[in-house]
């Protein structure tokens, strides 16, 4: 240990509050604690940051884009310490997966993740946060088995990610409340007006690509309208992308896809100084500097997928192909 605090950094989703509620819990009695909930974009930086502060940290649900932070945290490792990365993304397992300052399990959500972890260490007073987790693990692989991670989704909107992380700080029970529930009931109502709008202002003609603009949906509308969208539509598009400006300037995009497109794309746009991004196959995002209009982060988008398309297309006859129309 180089110091007494410890950073905790992880996402704005549930699952990601609910990684930073199990990090709480685990070590509030023991160590000072601060809590950064952030997206792929900011992540480098509070790495780097706690680094050089000389701060203990522990990263959850989320991972870094650059590669010069990989080379600090391969060089910020000492052999013997416990890993400080818990994960499960598939960009990540992939890439990382075999540090050993890394645990990456693609099985289950990244709260998961960590606390499986943290009871296999043997780690107190674990066992009372198992329903938040299983919640957190229902709502990010989309298992649709407890209808209440919706609602919990939408109470993340509507209060914030710090607003939810105070209430599992102070009660990690994640059974809702009268006024909770009553809350994310007319949330869900109100967004599936915002769902509306956002499929009629993307036309019957969106082909392989539903392209949203900025202004119809509100910061975490983005799951549930890609399931929407890639699950109940008759003609479902290849992929959804949902743009939004930050207040940094710069455009955050966030995609899902049922066919690994979405972690394709991220894949070949991203270059991790002007365009970086990161994710699951199926869940990711790519942020875009503020100079991209809609039009050109759509066209880009779209550029993206031909090229991957192309790549994937059969070329040629092939020797089966002679076997099959010999005689």
Excluded at 200 to 209: A, I, P
Excluded at 256 to 280: N, T, Y
Excluded at 291 to 311: C, K
Aim: net charge negative; hydrophobic share 40%.
């Amino acid at each position: 240990m180089v110091s007494s605090l410890l950073h905790v950094i992880s996402h704005t989703d549930l699952d990601g509050i609910a990684a930073a509620a199990v990090a709480w819990h685990r070590w509030r009695g023991e160590r000072p604690l601060k809590v950064s909930l952030a997206g792929y974009g900011a992540v480098d930086g509070l790495i780097l940051e706690s680094i050089s502060a000389g701060q203990d940290f522990l990263v959850v649900d989320l991972f870094c884009q650059d590669s010069r932070t990989v080379d600090a945290l391969d060089r910020h490792y000492s052999e013997g310490e416990d890993p400080f990365v818990f994960d499960h993304h598939e960009t990540t397992a992939a890439r990382y997966g075999g540090r050993p300052w890394a645990v990456v399990d693609t099985a289950f959500c990244a709260a998961k993740v960590y606390y499986r972890w943290l009871l296999g260490r043997g780690a107190p007073g674990m066992e009372r946060l198992s329903p938040l987790v299983e919640l957190a693990n229902d709502r990010d692989l989309w298992i649709n088995e407890n209808p209440d991670s919706r609602l919990w989704q939408a109470l993340i909107t509507l209060c914030g990610p710090y607003s939810l992380l105070a209430r599992l700080a102070e009660n990690p029970d994640p059974s809702l409340a009268p006024h909770e529930r009553a809350a994310g009931e007319i949330f869900v109502e109100k967004q599936e007006k915002r769902f509306s709008l956002a499929v009629e202002k993307m036309g019957k003609g969106s082909g392989d690509l539903a392209f949203v603009e900025p202004g119809i949906l509100e910061f975490g509308d983005v799951s549930d309208f890609g399931g929407l969208v890639l699950d109940r539509m008759a003609e479902p598009p290849l992929l959804v992308a949902v743009a939004a400006k930050r207040f940094s300037g710069e455009w955050a995009v966030s995609l899902r896809s049922r066919s690994e497109m979405a972690g394709k794309v991220v894949g070949m746009l991203r270059d991790g100084k002007k365009v970086r991004g990161g994710g699951h196959d199926d869940s990711a995002a790519l942020y875009f500097p503020p100079s991209y209009s809609p039009d050109q982060i759509r066209t880009t988008l779209q550029a993206a997928m031909r090229t991957i398309r192309d790549q994937e297309r059969p070329t040629g006859v092939t020797l089966g192909d002679l076997f099959k129309t010999g005689g």
